[in-house]
């Protein structure tokens, strides 16, 4: 069994509508990946715990998403030198601004890569997880190469319906 690179954490359940983008690009490349629910707030003795054994598990990037008050992927940087990537997850009142805020604006010394909000921020941290790994691994290159040809082929082809008369 190989073992798992890419952790993908979220703050509860309600965010796997967003963060199930990020492991469904892991699936397509074939990475060994965990998901699970690890709140700073609700469980901090377990969000330290994962934070704390993340590179003596192998872990390559931990991608972490959360919304509002959202401290998870910062403090599991503080606790680790695993990459640590973060999502912004859309919140009810305030759109996700409020996530994106509360993962961007990191102290000096303490980094936390940050993604656009929802989907498309979270399908990017796994592209980006896959290029970190892409480069001691020929074959996974190869195949984000071959990702990247596709998606300019489907973009070439897009078609525009007819004007309006
Ligand atoms: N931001 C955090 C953290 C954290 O940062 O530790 N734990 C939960 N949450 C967020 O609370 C929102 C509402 O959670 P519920 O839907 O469970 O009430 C979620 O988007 C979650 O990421």
Redo the contacts with the bound molecule.
Sequence with gaps: MSSISVGVV??????WDTLQHAVQILQEFGIAHEAKV?????MPDE?FAYAETAAARGLKAIIA?????????G?LASKTTVPVLGVP?A?KHLQGVD?LH?IVQMPKGIPVATFAIGAAGAANAALFAVAMLAGSDAALQLKLQDFRRKQTEAARNMQLPPAPQ
């Design positions: 979220m703050g509860s359940s309600s965010d690890v709140s700073a707030h609700r969000m998403g959360a919304g509002g008050a959202a401290h998870l992927p403090m997850v919140s996530s509360s």
